[in-house]
């Protein structure tokens, strides 16, 4: 991981945004994306009440102790410290591109008492991981930030050991319905999702 490689949310910089995009393609093609939400309080207030059981619980049948887990795009760390709790004495890696968030993470894992997972700074798109290094491979809400998904995906796939386990969940805000329907919702909608296409990812990844 170099200093270049290193994003911040855009909107905590944005004088800066353009400069902070970083083009990231081991595959040759053209990358560009910025992580629309970024890690403000009332975006982490609303992570702190992740887990596996109420985030990704298509996971529980497959999480056996020993396994060897990588939660990318981790964020503030509740579902991989989860995770390392399953699956002790296996081993969970976080990984998030915001050094401000991964040292968050750390933190809850050290104030949680759990000891086998570890959280490192790194970019979806190059893993500083050896082919076939995983046995499950996780990403939650982080396809849709991203400006090419099948890129990070066969990424992910390299990292993973054959036979493993590769799972992702993401919102689709093109099936998002409420009652009744507000104005301001609605404006709301169209809102994020022009600033989401143009920061690069796909609302309706999912
Ligand atoms: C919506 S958050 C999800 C966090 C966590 N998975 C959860 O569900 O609580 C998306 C995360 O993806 C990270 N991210 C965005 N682009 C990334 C990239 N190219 N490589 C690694 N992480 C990335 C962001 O920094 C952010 O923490």
């Given at each position: ?187 709301w909608m169209t809102a994020y999702r022009a600033v989401h296409y143009w920061n690069g990812g796909d609302p309706d990844a999912g």
């Amino acid at each position: 991981m170099t200093a270049e490689q290193t994003r911040e949310p855009a909107h905590s910089q944005p004088e800066n945004r353009d400069a902070d995009r970083v083009e990231i393609a081991p595959h040759g093609e053209a990358i560009r994306d910025t992580y629309t939400h970024g890690h403000h309080e009332s975006v982490l207030r609303s992570h702190t009440w992740r887990t596996v059981l109420n985030s990704a619980a298509y996971l529980i049948p497959h999480l056996t102790p020993g396994l060897r887990v990588l939660d990318v795009g981790c964020g503030p760390g509740t579902i991989t410290v989860d995770l390392a709790r399953r699956v002790s004495p296996g081993t969970v890696t976080g990984v998030d591109a915001s050094a401000a968030i991964v040292a968050q993470a750390a933190g809850l894992a050290v104030d949680e008492g759990v000891p086998n997972v570890a959280f490192r700074v790194g970019d979806v798109y190059a893993l500083d991981f050896a082919d076939d290094s995983f046995d499950l491979v996780h990403a939650h809400q982080v396809l849709q930030h991203l400006a090419n998904p099948v890129a990070a995906l066969r990424e992910l796939r390299r990292v993973l050991k054959p036979g493993g386990i590769l799972a992702a969940r993401d919102v689709d805000y093109g099936g998002v319905a409420w009652y009744p329907k507000l104005p301001g919702l609605q404006s709301w909608m169209t809102a994020y999702r022009a600033v989401h296409y143009w920061n690069g990812g796909d609302p309706d990844a999912g």
